[in-house]
């Protein structure tokens, strides 16, 4: 049974910092793409950050810069820490895992393939 279960979010001001965690079951994180993805009232989900099974990570133009994915392979655990926070950045960040591409994932989340958590609800004022 595949559990994917975001912690760490929360309200903070703008210009704050908070880091996400990801604690996965039933996969291992090092053999798929993982992924954070985000959901803002009234918008489509969209993608934030991904790191591959070799390390490779991108990001969204909207986050570059300010945002880090990593993970810890020993923990099977994915994180997202966030820098310089906007209130644009308010939505429920949820993290995945899929064989799909990085970068066409980002693009395509396709909620509805691969596996989810359920998010953590970030607010930014």
């Known amino acids: 049974h595949v559990q994917l279960v975001e912690s760490g979010g929360g309200s903070v001001q703008a210009g704050g910092s908070l880091r996400l965690s990801c604690a996965v079951s039933g996969l291992t994180v090092s053999r798929y793409c993982m992924g954070w993805f985000r959901q803002a009232p009234g918008k489509e989900r969209e993608g934030v950050a991904f790191i591959d099974s070799d390390g490779e990570k991108g990001y969204a133009d909207s986050v570059k810069g300010r945002f880090t994915i990593s993970k810890d392979n020993a923990k099977n655990t994915l994180y997202l820490h966030m820098n310089t926070l906007k209130p644009e950045d308010s939505a429920i960040y949820y993290c995945?895992?899929?064989?799909?591409?990085?970068?066409?994932?980002?693009?395509?989340?396709?909620?509805?393939?691969?596996?989810w958590g359920q998010g953590t609800q970030v607010t930014v004022s």
């Open positions: 995945a895992a899929s064989f799909r591409y990085g970068y066409k994932w980002l693009a395509d989340p396709r909620p509805n393939t691969g596996w």
